[in-house]
């Protein structure tokens, strides 16, 4: 992703970035996301983004959902991306739907399901 970002973007990807100096994460205990994509130090946020197996069990996905929730909610960041990777991703896109439904007040995420090497994740 990053050899395909454009060069002349405002926004910058990165990935589970070291966040000890934002007061936000200094106990340890808050989920760090996957991806953010940001411009960092300006509160503009763009992206978060959790990147799963199509193997996840619902334990994860649950987690994964309230990392989504809580930095669209209290951070700020516009979008919430859940990509799923995996031969049977379409099939584990049913589980994530089945968990967002039974936890209360999840943020509305899109999600990403991708399937073979080489070819583009499908929202």
């Known amino acids: 992703m990053r050899r395909l970002w454009p060069a002349d973007s405002a926004y910058r990807l990165n990935g589970e970035v070291d966040k000890r100096s934002h007061p936000y994460f200094q106990d340890g205990g808050q989920p760090k996301p996957d991806l953010l994509v ?4 300006t509160g503009e946020n763009y992206a978060v983004i959790e990147v799963k197996s199509s193997h996840a069990i619902a334990r994860d996905i649950d987690k994964d ?5 809580l930095f669209t909610h209290r951070l700020g960041y516009q979008r919430a991306i859940y990509l799923v990777y995996g031969a049977d991703a379409p099939g584990a ?4 739907h089945e ?11 899109e999600l ?3 399937t073979t ?7």
């Open 93 to 96: 896109a049913d589980r994530v």
């Open 117 to 123: 090497v080489g070819t583009a994740a499908a929202g």
């Open 112 to 114: 990403w399901l991708h």
């Open 99 to 109: 968990r967002a439904a039974r936890l209360q007040e999840i943020a509305p995420f």
């Open 65 to 69: 959902l309230g990392t989504l929730t």
């Open 38 to 41: 940001h411009q960092p130090g």
